[in-house]
C-alpha cells in the first residue's frame, strides 16, 4: 500500500510545471542527439551534466533520462531517410525503413516507428513499475559479497556481449577499473598511480572519462572519417499515418518488440540493439512473407523499433532496483546519479522515493511528448539532417571543454580529456568496445569498496563470496556465462576459416 | 590478426607495468586485512587473463585475415591519423590560450579555425557561427547558470 501511495506522489512530483518543462527538454534534446549522427546519447548527458548543476537532484535526473530514451525515437529519422542510424540501435530500422522510403511511405516508416516507440516504452515503464518493488525487497538482503558478486555479473554479462571479441571487452572493462583505483584509496589513506600529480589524487571523474571516450572520442572520428556516411537524404513529404492494412500487419510486432525489448533491456549488456536484432529476426521468421524483408517490409521497422524503446526503458530496471547498470549510457545515468549524492539500489526506493518515482512517472508523460514531437514535428527534425557536420563537431569539442572545465577549473583535467578522447578513437580503430570500460569506471570504486569490506568481514578469507546462496547462485552464473563465451568464440573461431 | 597480437602484447606489458606500480605502494599495518594493493593485484591478472584469452582468440581464428591490408587502407588509416593529430593540436592549443585569452575570445578562434577546414568555403557563415555560439554559451554558463568561465583579455 505505501509502494502505491509512493507511486501515486511520484506524479505529483513528475507533474510539477518545472519538472514538466525538464522532461520536455530532455527528450527534445534526445531526440535532436537521436537524429545526429555521431554523437550518442551518453555523450550528450555527459556535455549536459555542467547544465544541472543549479537543478535539484529530481530535475537534473529527470532531464538526462529524457535524454537516453529521446535518442531511440531520434535514431530512426536518419535510419529511414538517409539510411544511416543515428544510434547502432536504430541499424536494423534502416534495412526496411530506407526501402519504404524509397518507395514513397517515408511517412508510414516514421509513423510506425514513433508509435512502436510509444507503446514499447509506455508497456516498459509499467513493467518497472510493477517489477521494482518485489526487486528491491529481494535485494535488501544483499550485503557487500552479493554486492561484489552482482557487479562481477553484470560486468561479466557487458564484456561478454559488447562488441565481436569478448577477450577486448574484457581488457576494455579492466581499463576502466584500473582507472577507477586512481587516487586516494579511502580505507588506508594511501595515494595511488598519481604520479606525482596533485589533480590525480583525487582520482578521475567520471565525466571527464565519459566526455573523453564518448563526445571528444566519437568527433575525432567522425572527423577523421571525413562524414563519409551522410547519404542522400530522402525528401518526407505527405501525411505521417498508416493504412488499415499496414496498423493491422504492424499490430502483433509492435505487441512482440515491447516484450522482447523489456526482457532484453533488463539483461546487462544486451541492451536496445540486440534488441531490435532479436526482433527484428523473430519478425521475419514469424512472417507470412519474408521474402518481403530487406525490401521493405513494415513488420521489419515495426518491430525493431518498438523492441529498441522497450529495451532503454528495460535497463532501467537493474539500474534503479540494484544499483548496477548494463550498458554505457546507463553508467553514465548512474554516474548522474552518485553525483548528487544518491547511490540507485534498494535503499534508493526506502531513502529517496519523490526521486525515483518522480523519475519514472516522467518517463510516461516523456513518452507521450515524444509522440507528439516525432508525429506532427518530425518535420522540424528533419531540418537538422542540413546542418553541416563541418560546424557541428567543433561545437561539440566547445561543450566538451565548457563541461570539463566547469567540474573544477583546471587545465590539467582538459587535457586528461583529450587524452581520453584520443583513447576512444583507437578503441574504436581497434575494434573495442568502450561501453565495458566506462561501466567499470563508474562501478570500480563501488566494486572494490564492497570488496574490501566483504574481506574486512571476513577477516580476510575469499571463502564469504561463497557463504549466501544469492552469491553462489550469482557465482555460477558468472562462470557459466564466461563457460559459454569461451565456447562460443571457439566455435566462431573454428568455423571462420572455411567461410 | 597481428594488430590484434600486438594488442596482447601491448596488455600484457601494461598488466606488468600495473603490478610494479601495484607493488610500490606502501602498506600500513592498521585493521584492514587486504590493504591497498590486493585489489590492483587481481586487477592486474584480469589484465594478464585478457592478453591471454585476446592471444587465443587470434590463435583460433587461424591467420586468415593477415596481409589484407592493401596500400589503400594504409593511405587512408594515415590520412585519419593526421586529421586526428591535427584536431588534437589545434585542441591543446585552445586549451592553453582558455585561461589567458578568455573564454569568448579562444572559443571563437578555436570554432573559426576548425570549421574553417572542415566546413570550407563558407567564411562568413563559419565566423558569425563561431562568435555568436561563443558569446551565447558564455552568458548562459556565467550569467544564467552561475558556472564560472574563464574572462581573459576582455576582462568581463
Known sequence: ?499 | MLQDRSIAASALAFSCLYVYATLSIPVLDNIDPVGPRVYPLILGAGFAVSSLWLFMETVFAGSQQSGQNDNRQDGRTKSEWMTVISVSAWMVAYFMALVPLGFLLSSSLFLLGLSSYFNRNRFAANAITSVLFSIGMYALFTRVLQVPLPGGLLGF
Not at chain 1, 512517472?361 to 507521450?368: D, K, P, W
Not at chain 1, 563470496?465 to 566462431?492: P, Q
Request: hydrophobic share 50%; charged share 10%.
Open chain 1, 1 to 499: 500500500m505505501d509502494a502505491l501511495l509512493q507511486v501515486i506522489d511520484g506524479f505529483s512530483i513528475s507533474l510539477q510545471p518545472h519538472n514538466l518543462w525538464y522532461t520536455f527538454i530532455g527528450v527534445f534534446m534526445g531526440t535532436v542527439i537521436g537524429v545526429l549522427p555521431g554523437i550518442g546519447p551518453s555523450a550528450a548527458m555527459a556535455l549536459l551534466i555542467p547544465f544541472c548543476y543549479d537543478l535539484s537532484s529530481t530535475s537534473a535526473l529527470i532531464m538526462m533520462a529524457g535524454i537516453y530514451y529521446g535518442a531511440q525515437y531520434g535514431g530512426a529519422i536518419t535510419s529511414v531517410l538517409i539510411n544511416t542510424p543515428g544510434e547502432s540501435s536504430s541499424v536494423m530500422t534502416a534495412i526496411d525503413g530506407y526501402q519504404m522510403a524509397r518507395k514513397g511511405r517515408a511517412g508510414a516508416a516514421l509513423a510506425i516507428s514513433a508509435w512502436g516507440s510509444f507503446i514499447g516504452g509506455t508497456t516498459a515503464i509499467i513493467a518497472l513499475t510493477i517489477f521494482a518493488v518485489p526487486l528491491t525487497t529481494a535485494a535488501l538482503s544483499f550485503g557487500p559479497p552479493e554486492y561484489f558478486m552482482l557487479m562481477l555479473v553484470a560486468m561479466t554479462c557487458v564484456f561478454s556481449l559488447t562488441g565481436s571479441s569478448p577477450a577486448k571487452g574484457m581488457l576494455s572493462t579492466m581499463i576502466g577499473l584500473a582507472i577507477a583505483t586512481v587516487g586516494t584509496d579511502l580505507q588506508s589513506g594511501q595515494i595511488r598511480y598519481s604520479f606525482g600529480v596533485p589533480a590525480l589524487q583525487e582520482g578521475i571523474d567520471f565525466i571527464i572519462v565519459v566526455v573523453g571516450v564518448f563526445a571528444v572520442g566519437e568527433v575525432l572520428s567522425a572527423l577523421a572519417e571525413k562524414f563519409q556516411s551522410t547519404g542522400d537524404i530522402i525528401k518526407l513529404d505527405g501525411k505521417l499515418m498508416l493504412t488499415r492494412e499496414e496498423w493491422k500487419r504492424s499490430a502483433k510486432p509492435v505487441a512482440r518488440g515491447s516484450l522482447i525489448g523489456f526482457l532484453v533491456g533488463v539483461l546487462p549488456g544486451a541492451g536496445a540493439t540486440i534488441a531490435s536484432i532479436v526482433s527484428y529476426s523473430v519478425e521475419k521468421s514469424n512472417a507470412k512473407h519474408p521474402e518481403e524483408f530487406g525490401k521493405g517490409a513494415i513488420e521489419g521497422v515495426a518491430g525493431p523499433e518498438t523492441a529498441n524503446n522497450a529495451a532503454s526503458t528495460g535497463s532501467m530496471v537493474p539500474l534503479l532496483t540494484l544499483g548496477v547498470p548494463g550498458s554505457g549510457s546507463t553508467a553514465v545515468l548512474l554516474g548522474a546519479f552518485i553525483m548528487f549524492g544518491i547511490q540507485p539500489g534498494p535503499l534508493l526506493f526506502q531513502n529517496h522515493p519523490d526521486v525515483v518515482w518522480g523519475l519514472v512517472n516522467s518517463m510516461y508523460v516523456g513518452n507521450v511528448m515524444l509522440l507528439l514531437l516525432n508525429l506532427p514535428l518530425i518535420f522540424i527534425f528533419v531540418r537538422l539532417l542540413y546542418i553541416p557536420k563541418g560546424l557541428l563537431f567543433p561545437i561539440v569539442l566547445v561543450l566538451a571543454t565548457i563541461g570539463i572545465f566547469a567540474i573544477n577549473n583546471l587545465e590539467f583535467e582538459l587535457f586528461l580529456c583529450l587524452a581520453f578522447g584520443l583513447l576512444g578513437f583507437v578503441f574504436r580503430k581497434l575494434d573495442i568496445p568502450l561501453a565495458p570500460m566506462v561501466l567499470a569506471v563508474v562501478l570500480g570504486s563501488l566494486m572494490e569498496q564492497s570488496f574490501r569490506q566483504a574481506m574486512t568481514i571476513s577477516g580476510g578469507s575469499l571463502s564469504i563470496f561463497l557463504h549466501s546462496m544469492v552469491s553462489i547462485s550469482l557465482a555460477i552464473l558468472c562462470v557459466t556465462i564466461l563457460v559459454f563465451t569461451i565456447f562460443k568464440t571457439s566455435i566462431r573461431g573454428r568455423r571462420a576459416p572455411a567461410t
